[in-house]
């Protein structure tokens, strides 16, 4: 059984409609009816209860669905995870920088950084200005900041977007 029909599935005993559940999926309601059917064949019984009302869940419908619903709300929360990491909406950042360069050029950016940007998690490394280069030459560290230059390690959207902050600020 393929995750297509595990997620008609999902919408048709949800919204407990094949209308629906073809509009939501941008099907057509023959392809969604032949696909329950199709299921139904798979599993050697009945998953739902057609009737002029609607339709209703079978035991072994709701018991499927119980299983589906879960898997395919955690897919959708794993795929909208990944998506908002692009947008600095969440993540991480781990800096590489000298006591000399924190003080001096990292501190007031920080704080505005993360006023912008609050569920964004900054890990601070202490390092010498040789030692901040090498961690993020190791990918230890995403940025390295020392007194005289600001690099990145990470060539994704999310690392690319805050590099280039930090370079506007510092």
Same mark, same amino acid.
């Given at each position: 059984?393929? &995750?297509?029909?595990?997620?008609? +599935?999902?919408?048709?005993?949800?919204? *407990?409609? $094949?209308?629906?559940?073809?509009?939501?999926? !941008?099907?057509?309601?023959?392809? %969604?009816?032949?696909?329950?059917?199709? %299921?139904?064949?798979?599993?050697? /019984?009945?998953?739902?209860?057609?009737? !002029?009302?609607?339709?209703?869940?079978?035991?072994?419908?709701?018991?499927?669905?119980?299983?589906?619903?879960?898997?395919?709300?955690?897919? @959708?929360?794993?795929?909208?995870?990944? &998506?908002?990491?692009?947008?600095?909406? !969440?993540?991480?950042?781990? %800096?590489?920088?000298?006591?000399?360069?924190?003080?001096? +050029?990292?501190?007031?950016?920080?704080?505005? +950084? !993360?006023?912008? @940007?609050?569920?964004? *998690? %900054?890990?601070?490394?202490?390092?010498?200005?040789?030692?901040?280069?090498?961690?993020?030459? *190791?990918?230890?560290?995403?940025?390295?900041?020392? /007194?005289?230059? /600001?690099?990145?390690?990470?060539?994704?959207?999310?690392?690319?977007?805050?590099? @280039?902050? $930090?370079? &506007?600020?510092?």
């Amino acid at each position: 059984m393929t &995750l297509d029909y595990y997620r008609i +599935f999902y919408y048709v005993a949800k919204y *407990k409609s $094949f209308s629906k559940a073809a509009k939501i999926l !941008h099907n057509n309601q023959p392809n %969604i009816s032949r696909t329950m059917n199709n %299921i139904e064949s798979e599993f050697g /019984c009945k998953l739902l209860v057609r009737s !002029h009302s609607g339709i209703t869940l079978t035991p072994e419908g709701e018991q499927l669905y119980e299983h589906v619903a879960i898997a395919i709300e955690q897919l @959708y929360q794993g795929e909208s995870e990944i &998506l908002s990491n692009k947008t600095l909406e !969440h993540g991480h950042i781990s %800096i590489g920088v000298s006591e000399t360069a924190l003080n001096i +050029f990292l501190l007031s950016k920080l704080e505005q +950084f !993360h006023k912008a @940007y609050p569920q964004v *998690k %900054i890990k601070l490394s202490n390092h010498s200005s040789i030692q901040a280069v090498d961690a993020l030459e *190791k990918g230890i560290v995403d940025i390295a900041r020392n /007194c005289r230059y /600001c690099r990145s390690h990470k060539s994704n959207q999310h690392q690319k977007a805050i590099t @280039y902050y $930090f370079t &506007l600020l510092l």
